[in-house]
C-alpha cells in the first residue's frame, strides 16, 4: 500500500447545494481535471452517507458528471422537513454543501503542493 496523507475534500474540489421539499442536493465539482479520478473513488455514496449520519438521511444518490469533473449527490429526509417544516437556522441546507467538504480523502504525498485550492487565473 502506498503512504497517503488524510485532507479535507475541499482541498480537491468545491461544492454548491440546493433544495426541494426534504432533499439536499449537493454537487461536488474537482479544482483540476486529474483530480476527478481520486473524486471517483474515494467520494462514494457510502461515504457520503457516513458524514451525514447524524442527519440521517434515508438514501443517498450520486450522479456522475464526467465531462463537468463534478459529481452530484442526492440526499433524502436531511433537511428536517423542508423549508416549511424545519425549526433549524438553515432550512434550505446551504451550509450541506460545507459539511460534505469536510469529508476526508487520502491522497498521495506529492500531490500536497496541487492542493491548496482553485486553479490559478
Known amino acids: 500500500m502506498k503512504p497517503s496523507i488524510s485532507v479535507p475534500l475541499y482541498r480537491l474540489a468545491h461544492g454548491r447545494t440546493g433544495d426541494k421539499g426534504d432533499r439536499?442536493?449537493?454537487?461536488?465539482i474537482a479544482w483540476h481535471a486529474d483530480l476527478w479520478p481520486l473524486l471517483l473513488e474515494q467520494v462514494t455514496p457510502e461515504a457520503v452517507?457516513?458524514?451525514?449520519?447524524?442527519r440521517r438521511p434515508a438514501a443517498v444518490r450520486r450522479y456522475t458528471l464526467p465531462g463537468l469533473h463534478a459529481l452530484n449527490?442526492?440526499?433524502?429526509?436531511?433537511?428536517?422537513?423542508?423549508?416549511?417544516d424545519a425549526l433549524n437556522l438553515d432550512t434550505h441546507g446551504k451550509a450541506l454543501s460545507f459539511l460534505l467538504l469536510e469529508l476526508p480523502v487520502q491522497v498521495p504525498p506529492e500531490w500536497m503542493h496541487r492542493l491548496a485550492g482553485p486553479p490559478e487565473t
Do not use: E, T
Open 24 to 28: 439536499s442536493n449537493i454537487s461536488v
Open 49 to 54: 452517507a457516513a458524514q451525514f449520519a447524524h
Open 73 to 84: 449527490f442526492v440526499l433524502d429526509g436531511v433537511l428536517d422537513g423542508g423549508v416549511n
